[in-house]
């Protein structure tokens, strides 16, 4: 508890400058004092929950990222499952615009009947494990573990487990209609 907290003082300084916001801006921002916030930037005042609230919402963060953030320079991602559409869809990406990348876990029997459905975007897909029934336009194909496909999402498409197995499997997903570049070997 002691080593999250004394790291919470760090994460506010880096999260002002990453801004470019002086004490004094933060100070008439969120109603708490500069010393009050010089204290907690430096370790010498311990956070509380009163303080941490205006703080990440002056910050655009949440207080789970305020407070459970790895420490700076940790290259790793932690990201929160989302359940949607009858699936869990683990974000692998964070940064808003461009691709997305995300694990994504159906049950079986968890997406229902095919609907396909159009959207803007370009799709890529990996599966992982089981297997994934993919309805694109007038085709239904089935994919194995280590087979990917990849579409325009203006073409109608629906994707589900085929089988009573759940089914895993990569998407890079770009709104814009960016594809994924492959690299092929060299020729030898």
Same mark, same amino acid.
């Given at each position: 508890?002691?080593?999250?907290?004394?790291?919470?003082?760090?994460? $506010?300084? %880096?999260?002002?400058?990453?801004?470019?916001?002086?004490?004094?801006?933060?100070? %008439?921002? &969120?109603?708490?004092?500069?010393?009050?916030?010089?204290?907690?930037?430096?370790?010498?005042?311990?956070?509380?929950?009163?303080?941490?609230?205006?703080?990440a919402k002056a910050h655009g963060v949440t207080l789970d990222?305020?407070?459970? %953030?790895?420490?700076?320079?940790?290259?790793?991602?932690?990201?929160?499952?989302?359940?949607?559409?009858?699936?869990?869809?683990?974000?692998? *990406? =964070?940064?808003?615009?461009?691709?997305?990348?995300?694990?994504?876990?159906?049950?079986?029997?968890? =997406?229902?009947?095919?609907?396909?459905? *159009?959207?803007?975007?370009?799709?890529? $897909?990996?599966? $992982?494990?089981?297997?994934?029934?993919?309805?694109?336009?007038?085709?239904?194909?089935?994919?194995?573990?280590?087979?990917?496909?990849?579409?325009? &999402?203006?073409?109608?498409?629906?994707?589900?487990?085929?089988?009573?197995?759940?089914?895993?499997?990569?998407?890079?997903?770009? =709104?814009?209609?960016?594809?994924?570049?492959?690299?092929?070997?060299?020729?030898?």
């Amino acid at each position: 508890m002691d080593s999250t907290l004394d790291a919470v003082g760090p994460r $506010l300084r %880096a999260l002002r400058t990453q801004r470019d916001t002086t004490l004094a801006e933060l100070s %008439a921002e &969120t109603g708490i004092s500069v010393s009050t916030l010089s204290r907690l930037e430096s370790g010498d005042r311990k956070p509380t929950l009163e303080l941490l609230l205006p703080l990440a919402k002056a910050h655009g963060v949440t207080l789970d990222e305020l407070v459970d %953030a790895p420490p700076t320079g940790d290259p790793r991602v932690h990201m929160r499952p989302i359940k949607q559409f009858g699936m869990t869809m683990v974000p692998l *990406t =964070k940064r808003a615009g461009g691709i997305q990348a995300y694990k994504m876990v159906i049950p079986p029997g968890g =997406k229902g009947d095919p609907d396909p459905r *159009t959207h803007e975007g370009y799709e890529w $897909l990996y599966v $992982l494990n089981g297997r994934l029934r993919l309805v694109l336009g007038e085709h239904d194909i089935v994919l194995s573990p280590g087979e990917a496909a990849e579409f325009d &999402t203006h073409v109608p498409h629906w994707f589900g487990p085929d089988g009573d197995e759940p089914v895993e499997f990569l998407s890079l997903f770009g =709104k814009q209609g960016e594809r994924a570049h492959v690299r092929a070997r060299p020729r030898s």
